[in-house]
């Protein structure tokens, strides 16, 4: 596949992701699209999914071989995709990613910023701490955002 055709397939289904749209993620993933693949800021497709709360999108992108743990480096969307799903609480997206191996404990920022857990305490977002806790996340505040 050539570069220009993947570039469309990574648009294509980063539009799709933006609008919550799982019939055309599956379609743009069956087409090829690279679950990997960076928008032109560096945000993954797998940490758009997350930040937005889309656990459906998110089982899509790991099942088509989205990596839990890759860190995003968008403008504003910077950090591990478990770190966006539980600084929002949204606890379904964390179910997701913890399902596909996503490792709790893992601080963004190549390891010195803040943990998905220290992202859900300081919400606050119980239900997702519980989750993480119960992951193996252990409660450790250490980075800054």
Not at 44 to 60: D, F, H, K, M
Not at 83 to 92: H, I, L, R, S
Request: hydrophobic content about 35%.
């Amino acid at each position: 596949m050539n570069q220009r055709r993947r570039k469309k397939l990574s648009h294509h289904l980063f539009g799709a992701i933006l609008v919550g749209d799982t019939v055309r993620v599956k379609a743009v993933l069956r087409a090829g699209a690279d679950p990997e693949r960076g928008d032109s800021e560096g945000a993954t497709p797998l940490y758009t999914a997350s930040v937005n709360g889309q656990p459906e999108i998110a089982r899509l992108l790991l099942a088509a071989g989205a990596s839990p743990d890759t860190e995003s480096s968008g403008l504003g969307s910077e950090g591990t995709p478990l770190c966006a799903a539980a600084c929002w609480g949204y606890t379904e997206a964390v179910r997701e990613l913890l399902a596909y191996g996503a490792d709790p404990s893992l601080r963004e920022d190549q390891g010195a910023g803040w943990s998905p857990l220290d992202w859900a305490s300081s919400g606050p977002h119980p239900d997702t701490v519980d989750l993480l806790t119960t992951a193996g996340a252990a409660p450790t505040k250490g980075g800054t955002t």
